[in-house]
């Protein structure tokens, strides 16, 4: 999908690149016209050629052949291909079984892997890219404000969960990933996804959810009183996250790494936790913070190529989701927006999203 903009089961793509020819080939499914009363039309050569850009369509029946013809004549010495990435006591997908057979058949090729170059470039974020981030980000505040709306005690954590899908389906959206409705005891779990607790006076309800349109996704999280007002604790703990929130978008440049983000946010409970007593020492920060601030997003969630020793560079499109989670207050709190990296800093693509404790009660008010 990433280099084709094709989203269709059995696609290949094929980039050759020799003295003699420069051209790209895409196979496609074969028409199968009883197949298609069951599962709708197939996608045609010419909407296929339209929609990606590549020089010729083909159909998947005709590969095995065109293969053996482009390596017989045209003097290839060298196969990229996308087969390794799989651990080595995991099933091999499809992509590793074609090119364990092609070392096989063809011994004497030189096999280089792509998936590695593919990852570098799906990193760095282009126009069209970011676009369709803000506007998921865009579908995302908007089912997210609507179900605060509508939020009151005594409700299902799916109730509310239903309200922001409502929102998607009327903007042709879908879920990026099992979305996260945790109220209470649920919010010390971090990927709690049964949504199934009716909630109580009181309580925090911490979401972490995003809108997916057009292959692209948001990950915001909020954290919501669902009563419509924070208690003097709850502003207190939520205040110490979203210090550590602006002290991570304040630190995210290019040159730093998520790992040092992410020191950052310890650094920072480290002296917040101790000042109201939650600890006692800095070492203590893990009991109560137990995942790292920040991944990649992209076409996925935790988007590929990324890792926490990288160096950002511009067109990075990162999360950051400082959280504090004590479970034997009842209390889960996760804030979440998505950073895209500039020359010399960060852009926040969430700030339309309602974050400080004033505004989401005023939202909330009844």
């Known amino acids: 999908y990433y280099l084709t903009g094709i989203d269709e089961p059995e696609a290949v793509l094929v980039l050759i690149k020799t003295a003699q020819l420069e051209k790209s080939f895409l196979f496609i499914r074969d028409i199968d016209e009883m197949m298609e009363k069951w599962v709708g039309i197939y996608i045609r050569p010419q909407q296929a050629q339209e929609i990606s850009g590549v020089d010729q369509v083909l159909f998947r029946s005709t590969f095995k052949d065109f293969l053996g013809r482009q390596l017989m004549f045209n003097a290839i010495d060298t196969l990229y291909l996308d087969g390794d990435r799989q651990r080595a006591d995991a099933r091999p997908l499809e992509g590793e079984r074609f090119a364990l057979k092609m070392k096989k058949s063809y011994p004497l090729l030189n096999y280089r892997d792509l998936s590695n170059f593919v990852f570098s470039q799906r990193l760095i974020k282009d126009d069209q890219e970011i676009a369709k981030i803000r506007q998921a980000i865009d579908i995302t505040n908007k089912g997210l404000q609507f179900m605060l709306k509508n939020m009151k005690p005594q409700q299902f954590e799916y109730e509310y969960l239903a309200d922001v899908r409502y929102v998607y389906n009327k903007h042709g959206a879908s879920e990026m990933f099992d979305s996260i409705v945790a109220s209470g005891p649920n919010g010390v779990i971090l990927h709690y996804v049964s949504n199934d607790r009716k909630t109580s006076e009181g309580d925090l309800c911490l979401f972490d959810l995003g809108a997916k349109k057009e292959g692209y996704g948001a990950d915001i999280s909020r954290t919501y009183?669902?009563?419509?007002?924070?208690?003097?604790?709850?502003?207190?703990?939520?205040?110490?996250?979203?210090?550590?929130?602006?002290?991570?978008?304040?630190?995210?440049?290019?040159?730093?790494?998520?790992?040092?983000?992410?020191?950052?946010?310890?650094?920072?409970?480290?002296?917040?936790?101790?000042?109201?007593?939650?600890?006692?020492?800095?070492?203590?920060?893990?009991?109560?913070?137990?995942?790292?601030?920040?991944?990649?997003?992209g076409l996925d969630t935790h988007d590929v190529g990324g890792s926490m020793g990288l160096m950002l560079e511009p067109g990075h499109v990162i999360t950051n989701e400082p959280g504090l989670y004590i479970e034997e207050e009842q209390i889960g709190i996760r804030l979440e927006n998505d950073l895209l990296i500039t020359e010399n800093g960060c852009e926040d693509l969430c700030v339309d999203v309602p974050l400080s404790i004033a505004d989401i009660e005023s939202i909330m008010k009844r």
């Not at 983000?261 to 893990?286: F, H, P, R, T």
Request: glycine letters at 6%.
């Open 225 to 297: 009183p669902v009563s419509g007002q924070f208690s003097e604790r709850q502003k207190q703990l939520y205040t110490i996250v979203l210090g550590a929130m602006e002290r991570v978008k304040a630190f995210a440049r290019p040159g730093v790494t998520l790992a040092q983000l992410n020191q950052q946010v310890i650094d920072y409970y480290g002296k917040a936790l101790v000042e109201i007593g939650l600890i006692q020492d800095k070492s203590e920060v893990s009991k109560y913070y137990y995942h790292s601030v920040s991944h990649f997003l």
